[in-house]
């Protein structure tokens, strides 16, 4: 006789079992959103305080930035769409030249400087005993403030200066550094690459250490000369540092303004202006905040352009930006 009732009592007896693995499934995701929920809690105070110091900050620059508005009363914002942005490139504007161009060889300059200083130095203190005593001394400007620095650099440049007395002691004649609108940017230049090249000596002698020693020994079993190993091994091999290290004083020298403020106040002219100095007076001198913040939106994209560039060089050289 057939049993009819065991595919009923198989059924029932399967049932339990089949519904195991969904309850499982609803567990972990319990368990999921209470994890979630806790780890925003105790990223709130985080996430609060970028909200309140970059979020609102940006979004409030950028309605300036469209808008005329003297700093004061809040309810005096008069929205004036792009005409921040034009009349910072209409004719006889002095932003793009000379306050942008000036940014950008200021940056340059103090890249070409420091950069060239950096590989030297690191070079010399790589083959020296007490390194670690070395590398503390060029790193001191780092730690100086820049009130300082730009105080006993402009008094060094003064015509009564150690300098000038330098070069009398050489038979030259007197430089009217900070005076001179040829030499004033040069000179402000020279001071931000000295003050930067100990973070920048840190990094390369950090890459050198990582260069490893047998390149160097096969090069001497060549026979190969000092100036053969640094051109052929030492820079190729130190090229991801030497990157690292341009593009962050680049950034560096575009958002730059506390020197030359501390040195030459912008002058002679606008021989020394540049675009965070700019967007500075235009803020707290004019109490045009909207001229101001479309100034630093410009800024901003020539920083990004100058970011993006970083991302494809490191990228093309294949390494992990």
């Known amino acids: 006789m057939v049993n009819t009732l065991a595919p009923e009592t198989t059924e ?11 309850v499982n499934d609803r ?4 368990r999921r959103r209470r994890q979630a929920v806790v780890a925003y809690i105790f990223l709130a105070p985080t996430l609060l305080f970028f909200a309140v110091f970059l979020i609102l900050p940006l979004g409030f620059a950028l309605l300036l930035s469209m808008s005329r508005w003297a700093g004061f009363d809040l309810g005096d914002i008069d ?6 942005f034009t009349g910072l490139f209409a004719d006889g504007s002095t932003f793009l030249a000379p306050i942008l161009t000036n940014t950008l060889l200021f940056a340059l300059g103090t890249v070409a400087l420091a950069l060239a200083g950096s590989v ?16 503390t001394l060029y790193f ?11 105080n006993v650099w402009k008094y060094m440049y003064e015509p009564g200066g150690l300098v000038n007395g330098v070069l009398n002691a050489l038979g030259l004649g007197s430089v009217a550094f900070l005076q001179d609108p040829d030499t004033a940017l040069p000179s402000v230049v020279v001071v931000q690459a000295w003050a930067s090249v100990g973070s920048a000596i840190l990094i390369l002698t950090a890459g050198l250490k990582s260069i490893p020693e047998s390149y160097y020994e096969a090069a001497a079993l060549d026979g190969a ?11 190729p091999l130190l090229r991801p540092s030497l990157l690292f290290v341009c593009i962050t ?31 500075y007076r235009q803020a707290f001198s004019y109490g045009d905040w909207g001229t101001a913040s479309a100034a630093a939106f410009v800024l901003f994209v020539v920083v990004l352009v100058v970011t993006l560039v970083q991302l494809w060089i490191f990228r093309r050289k294949g390494e992990d930006a």
């Open 249 to 279: 004083q680049f950034l560096t020298g575009l958002q730059s303004f506390a020197l030359i403020i501390v040195m030459t106040k912008g002058g002679p002219g606008d021989a020394t202006n540049v675009a965070a100095l700019e967007m």
């Open 27 to 30: 567990g972990q995701i319990r």
């Open 120 to 135: 030297l130095v690191a070079t010399c203190i790589d083959n020296l005993r007490f390194q670690g005593l070395w590398r």
């Open 12 to 22: 029932r007896a399967a049932g339990p079992r089949s519904a195991g693995p969904a």
């Open 225 to 235: 000369g000092p100036a053969t190993v640094f051109w052929k091994i030492t820079l």
């Open 79 to 84: 929205p004036v769409g792009l005409d921040n």
């Open 140 to 150: 001191l400007p780092i730690v100086t403030t820049v009130v300082a620095v730009g």
